[in-house]
């Protein structure tokens, strides 16, 4: 009865909080057929970007002409800074930051969901005589990218970028410039 009790409440707080599994039926149907446009296909964000789409029930193809939109993410970069260590003595803060654009085209090229870039930064403190290695940017580049991944699903399943409903019926006006 206990354990009963503490499924229900554990279930009510993720509800009460908004929290919910993902969901392939969250992504649009216009959005099941895609064709990915990445940088580097070889990199270990791209790999996590297929599967992610998969485990999304997407279908990938391997042209941009077997797709009703290509979902491009290019730009991809991981920065971070190189703040001055002047002594050991002094705990010193590194900040990472991932950037990626992600934007959707039809087959014609024409966008049909405008640029965004998704960012996403880690601060990491090292302490007094501590060592800080190389190993580290890798660990933290691979917790960036997860990050990266999971707002590129939150853009891909958002209303106002699903082609069809958002930017592709009401595309951003343009201001000129004076």
Not at 67 to 75: Q, R
Not at 84 to 96: H, Q
Not at 132 to 137: G, L, P
Request: hydrophobic share 40%; aromatic share 8%.
């Amino acid at each position: 009865m206990k354990k009963l009790l503490l499924v229900v409440l554990l279930a009510l707080s993720c509800v009460s909080c908004y929290w919910h599994l993902r969901n392939p039926n969250e992504v649009p149907p216009q959005l099941k057929v895609l064709y990915l446009d990445a940088d580097n296909v070889d990199s270990h964000f791209y790999l996590q970007l297929v599967n992610l789409l998969k485990s999304m029930q997407i279908t990938l193809v391997k042209t941009p002409q077997q797709a009703p939109y290509t979902l491009h993410a290019y730009h991809y970069s991981l920065e971070h800074n190189n703040p001055i260590v002047v002594t050991t003595n002094v705990a010193i803060t590194y900040t990472y930051t991932l950037l990626v654009t992600v934007s959707i085209t039809d087959p014609g090229g024409k966008i049909v969901v405008p640029p965004h870039t998704v960012m996403t930064t880690r601060d990491v403190t090292v302490n007094t005589n501590q060592i800080f290695t190389i190993n580290t940017t890798s660990i933290f580049q691979e917790e960036l990218q997860r990050e990266a991944i999971d707002l590129i699903y939150y853009w891909l399943t958002a209303k106002a970028n699903q082609p069809g409903i958002g930017y592709a019926t009401h595309p951003p006006t343009a201001h000129p410039t004076p």
